[in-house]
């Protein structure tokens, strides 16, 4: 029986590695959309801290200057988010392009393989197909050597 060779299979193996390669890119964009998805949550966070701050100083007796410092921490820190939601927004986008390509990869690995599928059922279908002639040949040769 002879071997079965795919004529594709090095267009198959590349489409494999780079699917991966692909997969690799995926999850460092999302690792990067998370880290800045964190930040943003640490710069809420910073801001609540500020805002409690300007509250605790309007309870006591109003020293105007640390007030005035509150309120410019808490509009730098509003800036601060806003810049950050964009770079969020900037991740987001990032990640699904990514995705978008690595749906690509993979419809194109697949459809080599079900290409290789197909062949290798060629394949079969011919090997059973010789083999069958080959027993017929064998059948006729004995019953022809037997039957002198």
């Known amino acids: 029986m002879a071997r079965f060779s795919f004529r594709l299979q090095n267009i198959l ?3 494999a590695r780079l699917e991966e390669q692909q997969k690799n890119v995926f999850a460092a964009a999302r690792k990067r959309l998370d ?3 964190e930040k943003l949550n640490i710069l ?5 801290g500020y805002e409690e701050e300007g509250r605790e100083l309007r309870k006591e007796a109003l020293p105007v200057f640390e007030i005035i410092e509150n309120e410019s921490a808490i509009s730098k820190m509003k800036d601060f988010i806003e810049e950050q939601k964009l770079e969020v927004k900037k991740a ?4 699904e392009e990514e ?4 749906v690509e990869m993979m419809q194109e690995r697949k459809m080599y ?4 599928e197909r062949a290798f059922e060629r394949y079969l279908e011919e090997e059973k197909h010789e083999e069958s002639v080959q027993n017929d ?12």
């Open 137 to 148: 040949e064998r059948n006729s040769y004995v019953y022809g050597t037997s039957g002198s």
């Open 92 to 95: 987001e986008d990032a990640l």
């Open 13 to 15: 193996n590349l489409k």
């Open 113 to 116: 393989e079900k290409l290789r």
């Open 99 to 102: 995705r978008l390509k690595l």
């Open 35 to 37: 880290d800045e998805e």
């Open 44 to 48: 809420y966070s910073r801001l609540d």
